[in-house]
């Protein structure tokens, strides 16, 4: 598959993609003759995992670390499992503050529906934020 062929495909630039093999993102991908980067499905997964974790606002430097120890061997899997542990809390992390975001504005929707309905509105506790 080509650069162009995956940009599109998975909607992001070419740009991005070879930031992603300069820096370690991805491994290096195999190139033509021609030196025309050719990826293969093993590089399509690479590219599938870092559009992923960097969609999760996963820091680059973690996705650096997982694809080096990958590269090392088996003799990492420890290391690699402690760096997805890692990896899913952070994302457990932010999760929780969308949780919470959703609850107030559920709370506020409720508030605000009941408004609508009755012309009063009411709240019933002291958040400070109406």
């Known amino acids: 598959m080509t650069i162009k062929e995956v940009c ?3 909607n992001v630039t070419a740009d991005t993609l070879r930031y992603y093999e300069r820096v370690g993102v991805i491994p290096e991908v195999h190139r ?3 030196g025309i980067r050719d990826y293969s499905e093993e590089d399509i997964k690479w590219v599938e995992t870092a559009i992923c974790f960097r969609s999760a606002r996963m820091p680059i430097d973690l996705l ?3 694809v080096r120890l990958y590269r090392m061997g088996d003799d990492t899997l420890k290391a ?3 760096l997805l542990i890692e990896a899913k809390k952070r994302i457990l992390d932010e999760r929780k503050k969308y949780d919470d975001a959703l609850a107030k504005l559920d709370y506020k929707i409720s508030k605000y529906d009941e408004a609508v309905k009755t012309g009063v509105l009411k709240w019933d506790d002291d958040t400070g934020c109406k």
């Open 8 to 10: 599109k495909k998975y």
């Open 32 to 34: 033509t003759a021609g």
């Open 64 to 66: 650096i670390e997982y």
């Open 80 to 82: 690699r499992l402690e």
